[in-house]
Every structure is written in C-alpha cells, then in structure tokens.
C-alpha cells in the first residue's frame, strides 16, 4: 500500500480519510454516470445495474492509496461498501413493506428486488474482506470472481437468453452460458485488477516460490473452484459459497505450495 514514510498517526488519519472521500466520490460518480446513460437509453436498467455492481467491486483498487503504516485508519477503505450495505438494506426494507415504492429510490427505475438482494451480499462480504483480508492476494482474486464473474455470467445469460442451455439441479434451472460467462468474467476481473495492483507495488510476493506460473495456476484453481460452487448453489447463497470456497482452497495452496496468497501484506 502507499505508506507517508516516517508520518505521524495523524498524519496518517487525514491522508486516509481524504482517500475515502476520494473512493466515496468515484461511487457516487459512477452511480450517476449510469444513471445518465439510462435516462438516454443508452443503457438498459439490466445493463445498468450490474455495470453498477462492478462499480462497487472495483472498490478494491483503491487499496493502492490507503497507508496502513500507523494505526487502524486503513480500516476506513470499507466506507464504500459499507455505504452500499446500508442503502441496499433500507431499499429491501422498503420493497418489501410495498413493492410498487422501489422505483422511486434507484435512478434506473424499477429493478427487481435480487438485485438489491445481491448487492447487499456482496457489500457485507466486502466489507468483511476489507477488515481481515485487507491487502491479501486472496481478497483481490474473490472480489474479481464476485464481481466479474457474477455480472459476465448474467450478461450473457441476456445476450442468449433465446436459447437457454439448461439443466436442473436441487429444483432449480442452471444455465450453461451463465456458467461459461462466470468462469470467463472471473478471469477477466482477475487480472482487471492484478494489474494495476502489482504496478503500483501494492501486492508483494511473501515467498521464494510466488512467481507468473504460481499465480497463474493459483488464479486458475480458484475460479474453476469459485464457478463448481456457483453452479451447485442456490442464487441466494452463492456468493457466501463462494468466499467460504474460495478462503478454504487457498489455505490449502498456501499450505501446499508455502506461498502467501492469504496472508496480509499490511503492518500495524
């Protein structure tokens, strides 16, 4: 992370929170870009809402400004999806108490109650990766795979939806391209957002044995893993699944390989 070499607590403090502002401004700019693109039609409300998903998830490249060097200020990088977590609360609690109320308080119109259903989960679980797993290998890869991988698959679930590919597991229809398009996506955001990580310095190898080929194979691992849990698991449960999979199969390539992928990459 970007460390104020030889700065005080508080000057630590005041750095932190002008970033969140920073991250708080990008969500709330992103929200209203997309809401631009709708009233235009340029966009649909599906497409929006779940460009509005990545937008949320790409909450973790703002890892690269957090100095986490003194104190727990680092903690404050859980504003955004902490944020969501609270809208999206308040909007189900509305939904549910009426339904036809929804449209009024989300500027893409009516959208279908999972959708705020699926955003609060993936805002608690950021939540939770920005406390214990802040600058892990680990959390980088699962927020690409719950974000990516989660909007690909829908995606091209509408792009085909003329001819579904499906078949049925614990009552419920699964679709072949969602899983394709999950699988696909989650390597995309993987290294969407890798990329910019590793420029920035902010990931750092932990071992003598982390490497291209180790990462590739651990990336590799972990999406064929995160896609078998998100075909076997109901809607409602599958981004859990997926995070208690994808925490477990990595301390298990941690174990194996003795590299780091889950160990914090933060002091303090």
Known sequence: MLSLYGASETSVL??????????????????????????REWISTEVGTRLNHLFIASWVLFWTLYDA??????????????????????ILSVITQDPETSSSFFFFGKVEKNFFEDLLMLSFI???????????????????ILGWG??????ITSFFSKKPMTFR???????????????IGSWIGTFVY??????????????????????????????????????????????IIITIFIILTTLVIDGLLGTSFIVLSIEG
């Open 126 to 144: 950021l939540i939770g990766l920005g406390i214990t797993f802040y600058g892990c290998y680990m959390a980088i890869l699962l927020t690409a």
């Open 194 to 239: 890798l990329t910019p990580l590793a420029l920035a310095d902010v990931l750092k190898p932990f071992s003598p044995t982390f490497d291209l080929v180790t990462l590739l194979m651990t990336v590799a691992t972990l999406t064929v893993v995160a896609t078998i849990a998100y075909s076997i698991t109901s809607r409602g449960w599958r981004k």
């Open 69 to 90: 060097t003194a104190g727990k200020s680092w903690m404050l990088n859980i504003s955004l999806p902490l944020l969501n977590f609270v809208f999206s609360a308040y």
């Open 169 to 183: 597991l614990h009552g419920e229809d699964r679709n072949v391209l969602e899983i394709f398009g999950f699988f």
């Open 14 to 39: 005041l750095w932190n929170i002008t970033v969140t502002i920073v991250t708080l401004m990008y969500g709330m700019a992103g929200y209203a870009t997309l809401s631009w693109l709708h009233s």
């Open 150 to 155: 989660w909007v690909f698959g829908e995606q």
